[in-house]
Nanobody, 123 residues
Framework: QVQLVESGGGSVQAGGSLRLSCAYTNRPYSAAWFRQAPGKEREGVAG???????EYADSVRGRFTISRDNTKNSLYLQMNNLQFEDAGVYYC????????????????????WGQGTQVTVSS
């Protein structure tokens, strides 16, 4: 059974940075970060495939960077210039199969999910 463990969440002032990590037990082909704010639907933030191709939500493009280190079985999300609307619970998700690039931020493409890590942005 695949296990995913996120870390790196916390509280940061607007304009600050955080780096989220997700450790996985089985190396996936595709992986992504999602977030969910109170009262809102889960949103795909960024995704990455085994060939290194990435996909970002328009709201985070240029500020967030998704990456992976297969030698460490880890997925990362570097978040810079955080804004109030970036707050929420962030989840990593993985698939052992290749997710089509256009679908990297679709939740139904992933079968393995972490427990989430909270990101709070304050003034």
């Amino acid at each position: 059974q695949v296990q995913l463990v996120e870390s790196g969440g916390g509280s940061v002032q607007a304009g600050g940075s955080l780096r989220l990590s997700c450790a996985y037990t089985n190396r996936p082909y595709s992986a992504a970060w999602f977030r969910q704010a109170p009262g809102k639907e889960r949103e795909g933030v960024a995704g990455i495939n085994g060939d290194g191709r990435t996909e970002y939500a328009d709201s985070v493009r240029g500020r967030f960077t998704i990456s992976r280190d297969n030698t460490k079985n880890s997925l990362y999300l570097q978040m810079n210039n955080l804004q109030f609307e970036d707050a929420g619970v962030y989840y990593c998700a993985t698939s052992r199969w290749e997710v089509p690039h256009a679908d990297l931020r679709r939740a139904d493409q992933y079968t393995n999910w972490g427990q989430g890590t909270q990101v709070t942005v304050s003034s």
